[in-house]
Nanobody, 123 residues
Framework: QVHLAESGGGLVQAGGSLRLSCAASGLTFTIYGTGWFRQAPGKEREFVAAITWSGDGTYYVDSVKGRFTISRDSAQKTVYLQMNSLKAEDTAVYYC????????????????WGQGTQVTVSS
């Protein structure tokens, strides 16, 4: 059974940093691209970042470029999202997801989802 478990969320002041982790089990991690999405209260789920199965391609929504970095450790079956210079508008539940080798920004491209971790940025 596939399981994606996010961790690392919490409360941080604006300008601070957090590192999210997503540990995968039950799937051949090396053939899946992975992504991070977020959902704020009353809003639709939003693409944040994605990384290809090989790790040589990364993609970001414009609002986080230069502040967030996605990476993966295939040996550990873990994906990370380093978030720096956090803003109040980054407050949301963050979800990791696994999909095709080169996933894009659409939720339908991802077959597996985690339960999410809350990130709250105080201004």
């Amino acid at each position: 059974q596939v399981h994606l478990a996010e961790s690392g969320g919490g409360l941080v002041q604006a300008g601070g940093s957090l590192r999210l982790s997503c540990a995968a089990s039950g799937l051949t991690f090396t053939i899946y691209g992975t992504g991070w999405f977020r959902q704020a209260p009353g809003k639709e789920r939003e693409f944040v970042a994605a990384i290809t199965w090989s790790g040589d391609g990364t993609y970001y929504v414009d609002s986080v470029k230069g502040r967030f970095t996605i990476s993966r450790d295939s040996a550990q079956k873990t994906v990370y999202l380093q978030m720096n210079s956090l803003k109040a508008e980054d407050t949301a539940v963050y979800y990791c997801a696994a999909g095709g080798g080169h996933p894009g920004p659409h939720p339908y491209e991802y077959a597996y989802w985690g339960q999410g971790t809350q990130v709250t940025v105080s201004s």
